[in-house]
């Protein structure tokens, strides 16, 4: 129905993408070069997922706390990958209060630093220990080639930061984040089937001794990184003086966890459901689950329309009435189906005269006459099975376009299109440097069963290859 | 019992407020001068602020959104008056992505002119409006002299903007906001009788044309300006070229609003309510509203205390477990009373024997011995009471400081101690100027029966006068 308003995916999806944000009203670049503008309706999607996620990290003991925008520029040169690797990307404030600075401040690329500097001073003894932390908040890192929600020069994020006496306790923790927290929600919440791993040497975190990661298949075979979770050993520690009385009395070293998602989820989320009729939002995300629509006036149809959303509201729908019969009705359904709104209830005059009215749906699709009897259960049940369809989609176009391969050169094949998975014994870092040439990657290591694997070197280890946003 | 720990607030307020904030884990000073570190039990309680005012925006029909952090500097010069009012507590991005920028651009002191940019492309028709955003978001405002949580470089807040087809749309809009949102939640949430008011000229947000203000009264008497909601003409509108088509077919410019309350509210919460032993967080409010705490181990102690967690739990209440044994039990009271938790239940061995646990009142004061079977119900009360109790003390509080009075001189008399109230036609902008020498200030006008006058010049306008932070 929509096809003529967005850029086809097969034509062009990275103009579809584009095409999408600004049909759908997520999102707008903003006036300086790389920045966002995330519209209410992009917003009320992140809002949401901020919601259960924040849910998730309180329950595996994190409280939140707010740590400042502004570092001093020393504190990033401390530890040395993680100055390199930030570096070209920091945005350098010289001038405030009408005075130039003595020492200049960076605004925050992401706060291992600042935090370190804090969790030096609350850690007195062991007792104080695991300290687990975490913030929603705004960071900048300059972007050369922005593209929005994927990579913008100022992102929302919650960053996660823990302190651990020991390395044990902090790497079960940085795999709990990764695994019963992150990957959890991605699968209950977006519908998204991610690979779980951990990065080569070459893609981990500036700072890290071990990054596990989450990715996601788009829907024209590239991956997207959705989240991590990093093991930071004692660098963070060393760097920052993060030391505790053990209960034997002597002064040690701390052990340290980073972990984070954006709302570069919202971008994973378009990409890896979307449609060439706009966005397909997984009903337990959806800001709005049905929308109930009054096709035209007649005797009694926006009453009932009414009456439906109540209904609908009283058994923890959300569903909202669109009485808006001023714009063309058709006009109202593209709108609906571009925002990805999983159920459309539509109330008219004759349908309604028999009793009925017809439920189109986004993800399942096609259209039905529906009882107004029999309209909530099956409401109700629709939207269970569309969680469910979404996600076995995604899995299955993941699986359709993964191949395992033997060599570099079918690795390089099979990205062109899609993921390879190579054993990693196979490939190697040298074969992951002739992959890069091509801008071809090691998005994670994985176990053929899908576990994360202790280390690289472990029997069986696989690479999951492709190309990435 | 807590007196040794803090500065008495009599002796010396300041340090008392700062004691306050450091024993109750509240905040820290963060390392860029300015900045603060909002530590896990103050952000709980901006949490419970920002999830309760949210609801109430929301109730109001404005919708989120989030606009850049990062603003060109050129967007601020384009409203003569905004750019007066803020230039000098801007802070400045120069370098970025590790080169000099063509154009700095500013960090957000606050987002009428960015927003401004894109209500204006979002704005065409008369069916667009009334266009209702709000954004919860970090500011930077440069301060000479930073107090924590009060004026902070960089702080929290939630920021509404709209846009509006007529005057007094945009007039009824800010009053909604001022009256039924910001006056409710401080009011029932924040159990403060603030004064509702207009600002004087002098005192009005740079490039509004009426500012509505909330303003309480501390514990030492002075004022701390709450909240605010701005009327801003058609200033914005002008500046960023903000029109709409009419539903007449005429081009139209439109009328703008601000509004915005921020962590300050945190400051005013400790200062409002606080005493010597600590701070006292109204009930509806309190992350911990009772902390069930196991006095000593003994035979079916700790059993019979999650029990009582769990029962208050099922009946809505935010109870919590200390079981700590091995910090001394004194140690811990004295820290549940530095961080105001309303209510203490204490459960011992030798209370347990006899069927009943001592229930300690932080808000109302005292001890009691309670019987088990009665302590749910006993437990709701006394929340409900407390509220009430804490209202009722700090309206006490505020009438006992105010003194009507008729002259200049005794107004400045007055704020030594507390708030004056003077007739605005007696005062006027010279008596105002005058005041201003000695620190003292026009809060806000209002009329005698609390409402908030239409003018300066109506008849019977009060100026409430005092110092403030």
Redesign the interface.
């Known amino acids: 129905m929509a096809k003529s308003v967005l850029t086809p995916q097969s034509e062009d999806f990275p103009r579809w993408y584009q095409d999408v944000i600004a049909k759908a009203e997520l999102a ?1 670049n ?3 070069r790389g ?6 309706y992009g ?2 999607i ?2 949401r997922m901020q919601s259960d996620m924040d849910r998730r990290i309180k329950e595996a003991g994190a ?10 520029e020393s ?1 990033l040169t401390r530890e040395a990958e993680h100055v390199e690797g930030f ?12 005075k130039e600075l003595e020492e ?2 960076v ?1 925050r690329p992401t706060s291992e630093t ?1 935090i370190g ?2 969790m030096a ?1 609350w850690t007195q003894s062991y007792r104080d220990l695991p300290l687990l ?1 975490n913030q929603w ?2 960071v ?1 890192r ?3 080639r922005p593209r929005i929600f994927l990579r913008t ?2 992102f ?1 994020w919650q960053e996660g930061h823990t302190a651990h006496a020991t390395e044990e306790d902090a790497r079960l923790y940085a795999k709990r984040i990764h695994e019963d927290v992150y990957a959890a929600f991605m699968r209950e919440m977006l519908a998204m089937p991610v690979v779980l791993g951990r990065k080569t040497a070459r893609e981990r975190f500036a700072g890290a001794t071990n990054t596990l990661a989450l990715e996601g298949m788009m829907r024209d075979g590239k991956a997207l990184q959705m989240g991590t979770s990093h093991e930071l050993g004692q660098n963070f520690a060393k760097a920052f003086d993060i030391t505790y009385l053990s209960d034997e009395g002597r002064q040690e070293l701390a052990w340290t966890t980073s972990w984070g998602t954006s709302t570069r989820m919202v971008g994973g989320l378009i990409m890896a459901h979307g449609d060439d009729a706009g966005l397909r939002v997984p009903p337990r995300l959806a800001p709005v689950q049905v929308l109930v629509m009054v096709v035209k006036e007649g005797e009694g149809v926006v009453e009932a329309a009414r009456q439906v959303v109540d209904d609908l509201v009283a058994q923890g729908v959300r569903a909202e009435l669109d009485a808006r019969v001023d714009t063309p009705f058709g006009r109202r359904a593209v709108d609906a189906e571009l925002k990805g709104i999983p159920i459309r209830v539509e109330v008219g005059p004759r349908d309604l005269a028999e009793g009925s009215v017809t439920v189109a749906r986004r993800i399942a699709g096609g259209k039905s006459a529906v009882g107004l009897r029999g309209l909530v259960p099956e409401v109700l049940s629709a939207l269970d099975t569309d969680h469910e369809a979404l996600y076995a989609a995604a899995l299955a176009h993941k699986d359709a376009h993964t191949a395992a391969v033997a060599t570099v050169d079918d690795a390089a094949e099979a990205a062109r299109t899609g993921w390879a998975t190579i054993p990693w014994a196979d490939l190697g870092p040298e074969g992951e440097a002739r992959l890069a040439e091509s801008a071809i990657t090691v998005r994670c290591l994985t176990m053929p069963d899908g576990s994360v694997p202790r280390s690289e070197d472990e029997a069986g280890v696989l690479a999951v290859v492709g190309r990435a946003y």
Chains 1, 2 share one sequence.
Not at 35 to 40: C, E, G
Not at 64 to 72: R, S
Not at 89 to 95: F, G, I, K
Request: proline share 11%; glycine share 6%; aromatic share 14%.
């Open positions: 707008d903003g006036p300086v920045t966002m503008v995330i519209r209410p917003y009320s992140w809002e409280r939140n706390a707010y740590f400042p925008l502004f570092i001093p504190y570096s070209p990307e920091l945005a350098v404030v010289t001038h405030a209060g009408g200049p401040v605004v600042v500097e804090f001073k932390l908040a705004n900048v300059w972007e050369l020069s100022e929302l």
